[in-house]
C-alpha cells in the first residue's frame, strides 16, 4: 500500500480508529498496544517495510482527532509518528506491530540533561527527545529517572524525565525532526480540536434535555449564543487544521504553529465553557470533561502555555 | 467577451496557478501608487479614480469570474474567483464603490430576472456603467423583514410605491435601487414581498445622506412618496422573487468578499512594517504582549482562509453551502474588529516625528478602527449569525419535543 493509492480516504480511518480506540480503553496499556496496531493505527504512518501502511500525515489527523474525540490517554500520536521517523529500523516494525510502545518529550533535550512532557512515560518502552543540536534521539526509558508531576493531573501526571546517561537507541538527522515537529503539531491540534468537538456534542446535547423553567436551557439566547461561538471556534480550529495540511500556492509547507497556537486556544476556551454550561455537574470529577480540559492544558503546557502564540508573532514580526 | 476584448487573459484551463500569476502581475503593475493604503504617498482616491480602477480590472478579466459569458461574465468557476481574490486580498487596495451591484443586485437579478432584465442590468455592472444600492432595510425592519412597511400597489401596468429605507450604502450615486416590499399589509409578515429595480431618478425619491463615525458619508435614508415604476421594473412574482433572492443570499454570504482574509493579512503586515519603519514603535514590537497578540492574529487569518476555502471546496464538490457562510462572517468580523483594536493601540503612540510610514499608518488604521465598528453590524449582526449557527448549524431546540 501506499501514499498515492487513489481509494483510499482519510476521512474513513475515522470510524476505524473510533472503534480500536474504544477496544483499547477497556485494556491494560500493553493490549492497548496491541488493539491499536492490528488496527493499522501505530503504524498508520510506518514503512511498508516496517510493517506500516506508509500514508502520509493527513491519514494520522483523522486518528489523532477521534482519539482526542474519545480522551484516549495511551500516546498513540507520539507513537505512530515515531514509528515513522524511524524508516526502515527494525525498531520502527517493533512499534507498528505494538510489541514496544514509545512516546515523546515535548520540552527539554538531551543536551540539557533534562525533558518533560512526554505522555504516558511510566508505561513506555521508548522516548523521543530533541538533542539539542537541531535533531532527536530515541532513548531508552528503562535507562531514564523518571519524575512524575501530578498538579495538572493526579491520574496522568506530566513527568520530567532525567537523560543522564540515558541509552540512546536511535538517532534523527535535523531535517527529519523538523519534519516530525511538524506532523506533531498537526496531529496535536486535530487531537485538542478532537476533545473540543466531542465536549461540545456532549454539552449541547445536555443543554437541549436539561429543562428549566418549561424549556430547554438551549432555548435560552445566552445559552444558545455561548454554544453558538463555541461551534464557531472549533470550526475555525478545523478550517485551519486540515489548511495546513496541503502545501501553499507555491508548493511550500505551511507554517503549522499558528494552527497549532489558535487550535489550543479555542479547545481551551470550548472546554472550560463545556463544564461551565453543566453547572454543578462540570465541576464534578464524574463528569469526564476535566479529563479532556487537563489533557489540552497539558499540551499546552508542553509549548510553554502561550509562548507558542509569542514566537509566531517574533516570527511574523521578524518577516514583515 | 473578455477573451474578445483582452487576449492576455489566460485561458482557465490552463489551470489556476496560471490564473493567479497572471492576476498578481497585472494587479503589481496596474494599481497606482496613491491607492495603495500602505504606500506613504496614498491618498483617498475620488470615486471616478475607484471606478476606473475597477473597470480596467474587469476589462483585464479580474472581476465577474463566475458570472455567465452572455452577460459580461467570464464564465469560471468559484476556483478562479478565489484564486483571483487571494490576490486582490493581498494588495492593500480600496474597496468596491460597486459591491451592492456586484454583490447583491446582479446575483439575484441572474436568478430572478427577465432575460430583457439580465441583459439591460449585468454588463452595465460589471464595466462600472451603473452603481446600484439596497433598499431593504427600514426604520422599523432590520433584520425583521416580517416588519417591512413600504408598500407597493399595483395600478395596471404599474406600480405605486410609498415607504422608508434607511442604511441604504451608496443611494447618492446610484443610478438603480434593489428595492424590496410588500404588496399586502404589516399583517401578512413574509407573504408576498416583491423586489424591484427602481431608477433612482424617478420623481418622488429623496434622498437624505447620514454621516458614519468614520466621517463618511456613504449611506443615506431613502424616502419613497408615491413613486410610479412600470411592471417591467418587478423582479420576480410577489413571493417567488424574493424566496429566491434569499436562496442566493446565503450562497453570496459564503463567497462574497472572499479576499477578506488575505487583505486581513496585508493588513497585519502593513501594520508590522510601519512599526518596524520607526524607532519608538518599533520598541513596542519587542514587548511580548503585542508579539503574543500577532502572533493569535497570524492564527486566526488562518483559520479564517481556511474556512474560505473549505466553503470554496464544498462548493464545488456540489454541497449545499446552507449557513455556513455565517461562520465565516462571523469569524472575520469578530477577529478583525479586534484586531483593529490592536492596530490602533500600536499607532497611537504616532508623533509628528514618526517615520511616514508610520503616520500613514496611523492615519488608515485610525480610520479602520471606526469602520470597524460597522462589521460586526451590517450583513447580519453578531447577534443574527449566532442565531443563525444555533439554529440552523447546531439545530439547537428551543422547545421540547
Known amino acids: ?320 | 467577451m473578455h477573451m474578445e476584448k483582452n487576449p492576455a487573459i489566460p485561458d482557465a484551463a490552463a489551470g489556476p496557478a496560471v490564473y493567479r500569476q497572471y492576476a498578481r502581475q497585472w494587479l503589481g503593475a496596474h494599481l497606482p501608487e496613491h491607492m495603495r493604503a500602505d504606500n506613504v504617498n496614498y491618498r483617498t482616491p475620488t470615486l471616478d479614480e475607484c471606478r476606473a480602477w475597477e473597470a480596467s480590472m474587469y476589462d483585464a478579466g479580474l472581476a465577474g469570474m463566475t458570472w455567465p459569458k452572455a452577460y459580461g461574465g467570464l464564465g469560471l468557476t468559484l476556483r478562479e474567483h478565489l484564486v483571483v481574490n487571494k490576490e486582490v486580498g493581498a494588495l492593500a487596495m480600496p474597496e468596491s464603490v460597486s459591491s451592492i451591484g456586484k454583490e447583491l443586485a446582479g446575483p439575484i437579478i441572474q436568478t430572478v430576472g427577465t432575460e430583457e432584465q439580465k441583459q439591460l442590468f449585468l454588463p452595465r455592472i460589471l464595466a462600472m456603467q451603473d452603481y446600484w444600492c439596497q433598499g431593504f432595510s427600514e426604520p422599523d425592519a432590520g433584520s425583521d423583514l416580517a416588519r417591512l412597511r413600504t408598500r407597493a400597489v399595483q395600478e395596471g401596468d404599474s406600480w405605486r410605491i410609498n415607504g422608508q429605507k434607511i442604511w441604504t450604502s451608496g443611494a447618492a450615486k446610484a443610478r438603480y435601487c434593489l428595492l424590496l416590499t410588500r404588496t399586502g399589509t404589516v399583517a401578512d409578515k413574509h407573504r408576498g414581498l416583491l423586489m424591484f429595480a427602481v431608477p433612482m431618478d424617478t420623481p418622488g425619491i429623496r434622498v437624505v445622506p447620514i454621516k458614519s463615525i468614520d466621517g463618511k458619508v456613504s449611506f443615506a435614508e431613502v424616502f419613497f412618496d408615491n413613486v410610479v415604476v412600470p411592471d417591467s421594473a418587478r423582479l420576480g412574482a410577489p413571493d417567488e422573487g424574493w424566496n429566491a433572492a434569499i436562496r442566493v443570499l446565503s450562497i453570496e454570504r459564503a463567497t462574497n468578499r472572499m479576499y477578506r482574509a488575505w487583505r486581513f493579512d496585508c493588513e497585519l503586515r502593513q501594520l508590522v512594517a510601519a512599526c518596524k519603519s520607526d524607532p519608538q514603535l518599533s520598541r513596542l514590537l519587542d514587548d511580548g504582549s503585542y508579539q503574543r497578540r500577532i502572533g493569535e492574529v497570524v492564527g486566526e487569518i488562518d483559520a479564517l482562509k481556511g474556512l474560505v476555502e473549505q466553503t470554496v471546496n464544498r462548493m464545488m464538490a456540489g454541497d449545499r453551502i446552507g449557513a455556513r457562510g455565517s461562520l465565516t462572517k462571523l469569524y472575520w468580523s469578530e477577529c478583525h474588529q479586534a484586531f483593529a483594536g490592536l492596530a490602533l493601540a500600536l499607532v497611537s503612540q504616532v508623533n509628528p516625528r514618526s517615520s511616514a510610514l508610520a503616520q500613514r499608518a496611523r492615519k488608515h488604521f485610525t480610520t479602520a478602527y471606526f469602520y470597524a465598528r460597522a462589521e460586526t453590524i451590517y450583513a447580519g449582526t453578531t447577534e443574527v449569525q449566532l442565531d443563525i449557527i444555533a439554529q440552523r448549524i447546531m439545530d439547537l431546540p428551543k422547545d421540547l419535543t
Open chain 1, 1 to 320: 500500500m501506499s501514499h498515492s493509492d487513489n481509494d483510499l480516504r482519510p476521512e474513513e480511518f475515522a470510524q476505524a480508529a473510533a472503534e480500536a480506540i474504544q477496544d483499547a480503553q477497556a485494556r491494560d496499556f500493553r493490549d492497548a498496544a496491541r488493539v491499536l496496531a492490528a488496527a493499522g493505527l501505530c503504524g498508520v504512518c510506518a514503512q511498508e517495510d516496517a510493517g506500516g501502511l506508509a500514508l502520509g500525515i493527513e491519514f494520522a489527523l483523522p486518528i489523532a482527532t477521534e482519539a482526542g474525540k474519545l480522551r484516549l490517554h495511551w500516546p498513540l500520536l507520539e507513537h505512530l509518528l515515531v514509528a515513522k521517523a524511524l524508516g526502515d529500523s527494525p525498531l520502527a516494525a517493533q512499534l507498528a506491530s505494538g510489541e514496544r510502545v514509545a512516546t515523546w518529550a515535548l520540552q527539554g533535550s538531551l543536551q540539557d540533561g533534562l525533558a518533560g512532557q512526554a505522555r504516558g512515560a511510566r508505561d513506555c518502552d521508548w522516548v523521543l527527545v530533541a538533542d539539542g543540536r537541531g535533531g532527536g534521539a530515541l532513548l531508552d526509558l528503562g535507562s531514564i529517572e523518571i519524575q512524575e508531576d501530578e498538579a495538572l493531573d493526579p491520574e496522568h501526571p506530566q513527568s520530567w524525565l532525567g537523560l543522564e546517561g540515558a541509552k540512546v537507541l536511535a538517532a534523527l538527522d535535523a531535517a527529519t525532526f523538523a519534519a516530525l515537529q511538524r506532523d506533531s503539531h498537526i496531529l496535536i491540534a486535530g487531537f485538542v480540536n478532537g476533545a473540543a468537538e466531542s465536549a461540545l456534542a456532549t454539552t449541547a446535547g445536555y443543554m437541549s434535555t436539561r429543562v428549566q423553567f418549561g424549556r430547554p436551557l438551549s432555548a435560552k439566547q445566552a445559552v444558545r449564543h455561548l454554544l453558538a461561538r463555541m461551534r464557531l471556534l472549533q470550526e475555525a480550529s478545523s478550517a485551519g487544521i486540515q489548511r495546513v495540511l496541503a502545501t501553499d500556492e507555491y508548493g511550500r509547507v505551511r507554517e503549522t504553529r499558528p494552527v497549532l497556537a489558535n487550535a489550543l486556544a479555542n479547545a481551551a476556551f470550548v472546554l472550560e465553557k463545556s463544564i461551565h454550561l453543566h453547572g454543578g455537574m462540570g465541576f464534578t470529577w464524574e463528569v469526564p470533561l476535566h479529563y479532556a480540559l487537563r489533557e489540552v492544558r497539558k499540551f499546552d503546557a508542553a509549548f510553554g502555555a502561550g509562548a507558542l502564540a509569542s514566537q509566531v508573532g517574533r516570527d511574523f514580526i521578524q518577516s514583515a
